[in-house]
């Protein structure tokens, strides 16, 4: 796929000493929905704030949609739109005529049959004559994502769109970002809710102190990084593992009440019937299975907790899947 964004060598050191990135190199593919995940402090806004020049890297390059940020900056962030975090808008506004100021500062013509439509899809157009300052904070966030379209960019930023506002309108903005992607316009979300990103995105990517741990398509991610367990109700609670079975991936829980096969999802082979074979012929019997697998949240938290070793990072426990 055609790159819309190119990171290389990125890094930022503030005047403090403390390194907010630490040679971050990322492609954003054009058209794509690519999450940003991290913790608190990982780098993340620093990263959208580079981009959107705001903030100055230390060293590295940016190209974004042909422009560099630096030697080209004012077409570079002509074709950026971008949501912050804080609600940062003139209270005594109104909805439509911060909208407009915003298309002008980008250098664009009027169109106010674009503008129309841009309050439309995000049900703000009966607010238009409001004043900012009347308005929930749904609705201010929602203006927000107007202001940030308002000029007709090409790559559209989300830090944090939906902290702080309920359910539903979250998942009023989960339908707009997936529009904007039929409309041609690549999005770069960051979030603290996993649930946005395995909604959402077509590729993550996993920042943490700084640096880039990992970026890989979702269901590649979900594939390689989950894990699936079948977890074995028994008749009669064991003491230890039986010998018979000691060379297969099973554990015993607590309360000896069940046994847990952890299996890999890749394999084409699971084991499952020769484990229930074996079982049988160890004499152990069991009144219950069911399976589980990783989530994305749980994926997420142990490369967070083991960044530099994601290969040993402990397995996560899975979530309830299906029972039989």
């Not at 974004?64 to 570079?76: N, S, T």
């Not at 005594?92 to 841009?118: C, H, I, N, Q």
């Not at 390689?224 to 064991?238: A, D, M, R």
Request: glycine share 8%; net charge negative; hydrophobic share 40%.
């Amino acid at each position: 796929m055609q790159p819309i964004i190119t990171i290389e060598g990125l890094t930022k050191t503030y005047a403090s000493g403390f390194q907010a990135l630490k040679g971050i190199d990322l492609t954003v593919n054009r058209g794509e929905i690519f999450a940003l995940l991290g913790p608190n402090g990982a780098g993340k806004t620093t990263l959208i704030s580079i981009i959107c020049g705001i903030v100055n890297a230390s060293s590295g390059t940016v190209v974004a949609d042909g422009h560099d940020i630096v030697r080209d900056y004012r077409a570079a962030r002509g074709k950026i739109g971008l949501v912050p975090q804080e609600l940062s808008t003139d209270a005594f506004e109104s909805v439509w005529d911060t909208v407009r100021f915003s298309r002008g500062l980008f250098g664009k013509a009027p169109d106010p049959a674009y503008l129309e439509k841009v309050l439309r899809d995000l049900s703000l157009w009966d607010k238009k004559d409001s004043k900012i300052m009347a308005l929930s904070g749904g609705m201010k966030r929602r203006v927000l994502i107007a202001k940030a379209l308002s000029h007709e960019p090409k790559i559209l930023f989300l830090d944090e769109p939906t902290a702080g506002v309920d359910v539903e309108l979250r998942h009023d903005m989960w339908q707009m970002v997936h529009g904007l992607r039929e409309d041609g316009v690549t999005i770069l979300l960051t979030t603290h809710y996993i649930e946005e990103a395995e909604q959402m995105a077509d590729r993550i990517g996993v920042i943490n102190k700084g640096e880039l741990v990992l970026v890989e398509e979702k269901a590649t991610l979900m594939r390689k990084l989950g894990k699936k367990q079948l977890t074995i109700s028994l008749q009669e609670p064991l003491e230890v593992v039986p010998a018979g079975l000691a060379d297969l991936p099973l554990e015993l829980s607590g309360d000896g009440a069940s046994l847990v096969y952890t299996f890999d999802v890749q394999s084409e082979e699971t084991g499952i019937a020769g484990l229930l074979r074996r079982l049988g012929e160890q004499g152990v019997d069991f009144k219950d299975l069911h399976t589980s697998e990783s989530s994305l949240e749980e994926i997420f938290v142990s490369l967070v907790r083991a960044p530099s070793a994601q290969d040993t990072a402990p397995t996560p426990a899975p979530k309830p899947e299906a029972t039989a």
